[in-house]
């Protein structure tokens, strides 16, 4: 009797064990029939987006984006919040903390105006792995966001709310980042450093002409709002200017509040330091959207000023006159191209500009300077390559006024009375605005000093103009006399 029941106290633990062990492999499928009675007694849907996807040590840009567009649009309500102070800032970032529930409402696009708003539940929350795995500046938890929501909303929130929440989000990086300065590196390296960029022109205070800063301010708001458009006319998205004129007429200035109207980066491509072509299309492709892609001096920077056809035929006639064996048409032609990638060429300039590789991206400004538009190459700024050519003048008397308004913070229409003769005199004297503002930055008592320095230096600018004019036609007397 005894041996009996010791067999069936046997009997009972193996068929324990097998059970646990049964239940062990069939884990998945009780989960799963688990997650199905749930789903069909609870309408809600659940969706989680991880700090760090799996085997990646750097943020998922969905997670970094919806941490931003929660903080800045429905964060007015929650009762905790953590704040980071990024370099360069005066004014800290909010973000909202772990633990944190945020209801937002959604309404779709075809619901027609009568109602139809989605509401959504997000929730941040932390939790600690089993394994010991560190993620992010030795923490070892890892962070997520879930968003809850009815199942009729299903459709709506996927395709229509998540992009819309992924957009706005990254326009809130956009605005709170800290923008930067790029510049290329020497050969070999063929990357970019940069620093904060804390240039703090505007158009507010450029000087130039109202009328067209206006329209260059209209041209760029135009281009910042129309992806769509260039998608739908199949053309990258972005734009090119050319900033032209004598220098210290604030072309470098003009750069800067583009800038800072647009809120884009700036990477000002040195030409001397890239090697070839291949160098210069591997700068661009490091370059990210929202951004501005400066050449300055781009007649200074590099050889692409000369005739392309005059260039060929001359390196034709200096191989046939030193009697060298020239190669059949198709190799020679191969051979010019594969000398052309080694070097920097104007093809290579116009293709970074408007060739295959400038669809590489999009949201990027291209800018040209130089102090002589007559010395580039036609091809090079041509429409479709340099959109917009804007001519950077001398001081014109509304430029004048937005200076002295800058410097000495005045615009009393007694004072601009007393020194009338500054409008005429500017016209005359041809004085960039470097030279105006560099008189009315001197340390004098008040503002009128500064004035009076100035109509002095216009008087004698505009007789030395009138004196070289009068020689000139002097002289081209004497050559028609002759």
Same mark, same amino acid.
């Given at each position: 009797m005894a041996f009996k029941e010791l067999w069936a106290t046997i009997g009972s633990v193996l068929a324990f064990i097998l059970g646990l062990f049964s239940m062990a492999m069939n884990h998945e499928t009780i989960t799963l029939w688990i997650n199905k009675i749930q789903a069909f007694f609870s309408p809600y849907i659940q969706v989680t987006i991880p700090e760090y996807a799996p085997g990646n040590f750097e943020r998922s840009n969905f997670y970094v984006a919806i941490e931003a567009y929660l903080s800045e649009h429905c964060a007015t309500e929650v009762r905790k919040l953590k704040a980071e102070l990024g370099s360069h800032r005066k004014i800290p970032l909010f973000y909202v903390d772990d633990g944190q529930q945020i209801i937002d409402t959604f309404r779709r696009r075809n619901s027609g105006g009568g109602g139809g708003g989605a509401t959504v539940w997000w929730h941040a929350y932390k939790e600690k792995p089993v394994s010991n795995v560190i993620y992010r500046n030795g923490e070892e938890e890892r962070r997520f966001y879930r968003?809850?929501?009815h199942r009729r909303y299903r459709k709506c929130v996927l395709e229509e709310y998540m992009p819309y929440v992924i957009e706005k989000g990254r326009d809130v990086i956009a605005k709170n980042r800290q923008l930067r300065l790029f510049t290329n590196n020497p050969y070999p390296n063929c990357s970019w450093s940069h620093v904060a960029f804390q240039h703090p022109a505007n158009f507010t205070t450029l000087a130039m002409d109202p009328t067209l800063k206006k329209t260059i301010m209209d041209d760029l708001d135009a281009f910042k709002e129309r992806k769509d458009y260039y998608a739908k006319v199949g053309k990258p998205w972005k734009r090119g200017? *050319? *900033?032209f004129g004598p220098p210290g007429t604030g072309k470098s200035t003009m750069i800067s509040a583009i800038a800072n109207h647009l809120e884009y980066d700036v990477y000002d491509l040195e030409l001397t330091a890239v090697e070839s072509n291949n160098d210069l299309r591997k700068l661009f492709i490091q370059t990210t959207g929202k951004s501005i892609i400066v050449i300055e001096d781009i007649d200074c920077s590099a050889e692409l000023t000369g005739k392309r056809r005059d260039k060929k035929q001359a390196r034709h006639k200096s191989a046939a006159g030193e009697n060298v064996t020239m190669l059949p048409? !198709? !190799?020679?032609e191969a051979a010019e191209k594969d000398s052309s990638e080694k070097q920097l060429t104007l093809s290579g300039? #116009?293709?970074?500009? %408007?060739? *295959?590789w400038s669809a590489c991206g999009g949201e990027r400004i291209i800018i040209f300077t130089t102090n002589h538009k %007559?010395? #580039?190459d036609p091809a090079l700024i041509r429409p479709g390559r340099m959109d917009m050519h804007i001519k950077m003048s001398y001081c014109s008397y =509304?430029?004048?006024k937005t200076l002295a308004n800058n410097y000495l913070e005045i615009n009393d229409h007694d004072l601009f009375e007393r020194f009338g003769e500054i409008q005429h005199l500017l016209e005359a004297a041809m004085m960039s605005p470097a030279d105006v503002a560099e008189h009315l930055m001197r340390k004098e008592k008040d503002a009128s000093a500064c004035l009076e320095g100035l109509l002095m230096a216009l008087k004698e600018k505009a007789e030395a103009a009138s004196k070289g004019m009068q020689i000139s036609m =002097?002289? =081209?007397?004497a050559v028609d006399a002759k």
């Open positions: 968003v809850s929501f200017y *050319l *900033l048409p !198709m !190799m020679q300039v #116009l293709n970074f500009i %408007d060739g *295959l %007559d010395k #580039l =509304e430029a004048f =002097e002289k =081209e007397d």
